[in-house]
């Protein structure tokens, strides 16, 4: 196990590595000068002399590179031009929202994905299957920002069981804030639910075509026990990598969700300081984003390891 863990390791570091110098690159030295960028056109030449003062442009790149990783690394994300403060409070307030709905649209998901694929790769060509897929097959077509509107529209301004958008925030209470996370989270999940049962019900019908589980069966093994007992857990690894997957997604593109309902996430910010031409705010949240989506495909291959024992001795 020890061996296959310090490989992911150092392929996280690389990736990691990889993903800090594009992201440098592209906001940093492809549009030309950051701060005549973040100023705009009108700008005189000594408002942009001293901004570019103020963020130490005037270096060379590899020392501007250098000098932005290690304030990383030390938890400095810089100063926001927009909002005059720091970067990590900002990323700290909103990060308390993005991830709770991340966490929150999953868990519906994979509660809602699971039973379904199960239940359609048991009784596979049958009504319940057919339907299932049709109804999966409408959650991936339909646009999670229109199915929120939809949920807006009904359970907000019709029936006003929910708030149409905002945060009251957790000093508010748990049940509120949770409340207000309710209908964002069931728009993310309705994709991805549809997604992962698909997957499910796919990787089940594969491994119950495998040699083992006919073999279970000749023992005298009903389907649903041969499903249960080993189908299941062979299956699971496929759909770890789009849980995976999913997470990535929901913690770090949910930008228009969070737009629709007005949360103060992550996703808004970055669409925040994008509009704004906030640079500091778009490098920092951006790497923060990607770090989260590599360290994420770095648990899910842990996990394959955990559940599939093969994968550590290929590693070895």
Known sequence: MLPFLIKRLVSLTLSLLAASLVIFFVIEVVPGDPASFMLGLNASPETVAALRDSLGLNASVPVRYWQWIS????????????????????IADRFWISMPLALYALTLSTLIAFPVGVIAAARRNSPADVSIMGVTQLGIAVPNFWFAMLLVLFFAVSLRWFSAGGFPGWDAGFWAGMKALTLPAVALALPQASILARV????????????????????????????????LRNALIPVLTIIGLQFSFLLAGAIIIENVFFLPGLGRLVFQGITQRDLIVVKSVIFLLVFAVILVTFLVDVTYAIVDPRLRRRSA
Do not use: C, N
């Not at 495998?210 to 499903?227: C, H, M, P, S, Y």
């Open 71 to 90: 304030g990383l690394v030390q938890g400095e994300f810089g100063i926001s031009y927009t909002y005059r403060v720091p970067v990590r409070e900002l």
């Open 200 to 231: 499910m019900r796919s990787s089940l019908l594969d491994t119950l075509g495998e040699d083992f589980v006919r073999t279970a069966r000749a023992k005298g093994l009903t389907q649903r026990q041969a499903l249960w007992r080993h189908a």
